[in-house]
């Protein structure tokens, strides 16, 4: 993982937000490769699941034909959308401060451990994670003022567990304290970033950045139906930023505080809703795999009933195995939940309470819903039956950093090839599908002399038209071969004395370094036909 961070900055994949002032913890900005390869990975998504899909047939899988469409919502909402959803109520964290370090931890991510030493019991935390026994070894042993000879001398009781199991807090040693009895009693924290509209800084002006964007789409159903005459199933996709205030970022851009969703909200008949749940299932999962995710990186793992949220009757994860994961883990891709008529009926009735058999709206002290609804007729009234219901909902939501991490993390591919003097070199290759590839293709003159340069920059300009294209004269033909496979791109085309005889160039492959000649004619087309497959 430690290679793959160094060469997304060395290349200009992704850097650290504000950097030169020391950066920001969980905010990333993607540089002039990665702008590119996120696009790409977005605009593949939106083309696979909605510009340029087939409603007039039946997809393999799918119980009928549907339509899909898109949208676009705003980041601020109203505030109800955000009550009535159930994030105001229930998107948050328990939290756990120390008063000695001033530092703050989520209650659910320190385990710790009972040890004994010195006539003394206590029970020693730290940050959950693969090196844990480790670090509290560590510093039981630094609280006990003992040396590494001495760590006989510590007698554990028991196996690792997690902080909130232990209801005395006196006895815990924080994972950055020196002291005993220095974490307080788990406080809520709201994970929603908490704003302002317009001049009233009071709660009568407070309002939140989204922290995703599926409400956007719900409350804007029947605004989509009735603007586009569909019948169900529909589905309304959208793509945008979401915000999440994460206690803990971590994990390069696997965890941020700002990230971008591509979401899906397929509306369809409560009868139909199992067979279409089964289909997104299936559907998404081929997608990565189309795109160059190995089958043996990538699962799919059906949650089970404590784990699943609250609205859903089933959900499943694609699950990909990132280097920076334990061997045999793998951290979500994304979700694909059966979220039933949870959202819709909220939205119309108020918010529902998660704790009740039959999902009732929640009532407050007075006997009124705790959050009142919108009141609008959210049902479907479909006109060749008279049938009238309020759709399920199947949710495909997919993080585009998540994906682009993916990607990185797949592609990245270390081989020997021999350089120009035929010794074998180590070659860093990013081996992106070149749907994705943020360079399709790269030109290079062979020598800067004989009229090369001015053919090659020729060929640039008429592939530039269609594709991001890089034209590169500097060295040896051979490091820019190189400079080229790190950057992912997957064909290179090379105009060279016999050019300038027969109008043919070379056309190298980035992964089996396999090198044709062609027409310059079909240099475009040929290059189109490959990247698009």
Not at 13 to 30: H, P, R
Not at 81 to 92: A, N, P, R, T
Not at 180 to 205: D, I, Q, W, Y
Not at 320 to 327: I, V
Request: hydrophobic content about 35%.
């Amino acid at each position: 993982m430690d290679s793959i961070v160094s060469l997304c900055k060395r290349r200009g994949f992704l850097f650290q937000s504000s950097e030169i002032y020391g950066g920001l913890q969980g905010f990333w900005d993607y540089g002039p490769l990665g702008v590119e390869l996120k696009r790409n990975v977005k605009e593949a998504w939106w083309r696979d699941m909605v510009s340029c899909h087939d409603d007039m047939n039946t997809l393999d899988g799918a119980p009928s034909p549907y339509a899909m469409e898109g949208l676009d919502c705003t980041i601020i909402m109203h505030p109800q959308v955000w009550k009535c959803s159930g994030h105001y109520d229930l998107f948050h964290d328990f939290m756990v401060d120390c008063k000695e370090t001033k530092k703050r931890y989520r209650h659910d991510q320190l385990n710790g451990r009972w040890v004994e030493a010195k006539d003394k019991k206590i029970f020693v935390t730290a940050p959950a994670g693969d090196d844990e026994l480790e670090v509290m070894t560590k510093r039981a042993l630094k609280f006990y003022n003992l040396r590494n000879k001495n760590i006989d001398d510590l007698k554990w009781d028991g196996d690792s567990t997690c902080l909130t199991e232990i209801e005395d807090l006196s006895v815990v040693l924080g994972p950055d304290a020196k002291q005993l009895g220095t974490l307080t009693e788990p406080r809520e924290f709201n994970l929603m970033f908490k704003t302002f509209v317009g001049a009233l800084s009071g709660e009568e002006g407070a309002a939140y950045l989204r922290p995703e964007t599926a409400q956007g789409i719900f409350v804007n159903f029947k605004n989509v139906l009735d603007s586009t005459r569909h019948r169900l199933p529909l589905g309304i996709a959208q793509i945008g930023k979401s915000f999440r205030n994460e206690i803990t970022p971590r994990n390069f851009t696997f965890r941020s505080r700002e990230f971008e969703q591509m979401e899906i909200e397929f509306f369809c008949h409560p009868d139909k809703s199992r067979d279409w749940y089964q289909f997104w299932r299936d559907r998404r999962l081929k997608w990565y795999h189309d795109l160059g995710i190995s089958g043996d990186n990538l699962i799919m793992r059906e949650h089970t009933p404590e784990e699943a949220a609250h609205y859903s009757t089933g959900t499943a994860d694609i699950e990909y195995a990132f280097p920076f994961m334990a061997e045999g883990e793998y951290g979500e891709l994304e979700g694909i939940a059966h979220r039933g008529n949870f959202d819709l009926r909220s939205h119309m009735e108020g918010k529902l309470d998660e704790n009740s058999d039959t999902l009732e709206v929640q009532l407050g002290e007075d006997g009124k819903p705790k959050w009142k609804g919108s009141g609008k007729d959210l049902s479907y009234r479909d006109d060749l039956t008279n049938e009238k219901y309020i759709p399920h909902v199947i949710e495909p939501s997919a993080g585009a950093d998540r994906a682009a991490l993916a990607f990185l993390c797949e592609a990245y591919t270390e081989d020997e090839q021999p350089d120009d003097k035929g010794k074998m070199q180590t070659r860093t290759v990013m081996k992106l599908h070149p749907r994705l590839a943020p360079i399709k293709a790269a030109v290079f003159p062979l020598v800067k002399k004989d009229g090369m340069p001015e053919v090659a920059k020729d060929v640039y300009l008429k592939l530039k038209k269609d594709f991001k294209v890089f034209y590169d004269e500097k060295g040896a033909v051979g490091r820019r071969y190189r400079r080229q496979d790190e950057a992912g791109t997957p064909y290179c085309i090379t105009v060279d004395g016999q050019t300038l005889d027969d109008q043919t160039v070379t056309i190298r492959d980035r992964d089996t370094l396999e090198q044709v000649r062609v027409k310059i004619d079909e240099v475009s087309s040929i290059v189109k036909e490959r990247v698009e497959g």
